[in-house]
């Protein structure tokens, strides 16, 4: 029983839990019987197949929808689908109702803005999402977004992939598209590239931190091509581990420094100087041997500047060498 015990000729929505699983469809009628000693315990009418255990706050609110109408029950369902929303054939299939009677009750739904249609960026079927769903992941937004600049004073964008990661549950994520359409609109946000930043919003660097930000450059531009480790430039330059990597971080956002993979930290001047070096090579092609020599580098530096020379086009891979573009 969901609300209370049921005595002998009572009636009241009940949770039936079963061993197996069985075809059934909102409407449709059942008896319960115990087989042993054979006896018809009650009977009733299915309110929601897929049902799920609700909290105490929400548990009336259901029952009134699926003990409601055909419009009350879906738009119950689309609510509870939540970020992800639910299609068509979904909720067609719960009622076992006509699918075009399911299509204009949801039209007359969508009319009234009780619901709202989205389609799918993958090609998938719309889907139906309620309209507090959507103003509940824009207040995530706010929030989110408000805490991490908070916590990253000098990050000029917050990466888009942990937006989302941090806005939308997993089995919603295909829809991330949308809602980062959506909330751009409301301006909450504006994404940039692979980044999501605050609208109007932009880092400023203390006096002192823009003095550290112009020597780290320095230090990474002597550097060359075989920079010395952050840690090692942080201690020279006697800065704070904490403002130091968020000046760095600050600083490569900005492009005055590259993040080569693997991790390693390189100038945009270095970069630009191996790319103008190698695109004036008489030779189309370079291998990793070739390289190293050119450059005086070992292999731990070799190996991640090409793969981000592979990663911008200005090489690309064809087996032990890299193919030089010549496109600028």
């Not at 315990?41 to 259901?62: F, Q, V, Y």
């Not at 299609?87 to 009780?114: F, K, W």
């Not at 909330?183 to 400023?204: F, I, M, Y």
């Not at 190996?303 to 573009?325: A, F, H, N, W």
């Amino acid at each position: 029983p969901l609300q209370g015990a049921l005595r002998p000729g009572q009636s009241g929505e009940v949770e039936i839990r079963l061993s197996r699983p069985v075809v059934a469809v909102r409407g449709d009628r059942f008896i319960v019987r115990r087989p042993s000693p054979p006896t018809t315990l009650g009977g009733g009418e299915i309110l929601d197949p897929h049902w799920h255990r609700h909290r105490a706050s929400e548990l009336g609110a259901s029952l009134e929808a699926f003990t409601g109408g055909l419009a009350d029950a879906l738009s119950q369902w689309i609510r509870e689908s939540q970020e992800a929303g639910i299609d068509t054939t979904t909720l067609a299939q719960r009622t076992g109702e006509n699918r075009s009677l399911i299509e204009q009750t949801l039209a007359d739904l969508e009319n009234d803005q009780v619901i709202l249609r989205v389609e799918s960026p993958t090609g998938g079927e719309p889907r139906w999402l309620a309209p507090e769903t959507v103003r509940r992941v824009e207040e995530r937004a706010r929030e989110v977004l408000r805490d991490y600049f908070k916590r990253q004073r000098l990050a000029e964008g917050m990466p888009r992939a942990e937006a989302v990661e941090r806005l939308l549950p997993r089995r919603a994520t295909d829809l991330a598209p949308v809602y980062l359409r959506w909330l751009e609109a409301e301006k909450v946000l504006v994404v940039e590239g692979g980044r999501v930043r605050l609208p109007g919003r932009s880092a400023q660097l203390t006096g002192e931190e823009s003095q550290l930000a112009q020597a780290i450059v320095g230090a990474y531009v002597d550097g060359g091509l075989r920079p010395a480790p952050p840690a090692e430039i942080c201690t020279r330059l006697g800065a704070k581990p904490q403002i130091f990597d968020g000046v760095v971080r600050y600083l490569t956002q900005k492009g005055d420094l590259h993040r080569l993979p693997g991790g390693l930290l390189i100038s945009a001047t270095a970069i630009d100087e191996v790319i103008a070096e190698i695109r004036g090579l008489e030779d189309d092609k370079i291998t990793v041997g070739d390289f190293k020599s050119r450059f005086g580098l070992t292999r731990k530096w070799a190996i991640p500047i090409l793969e981000y020379l592979d990663s911008v086009g200005v090489t690309k891979r064809i087996g032990d060498q890299r193919l030089i573009t010549r496109s600028t």
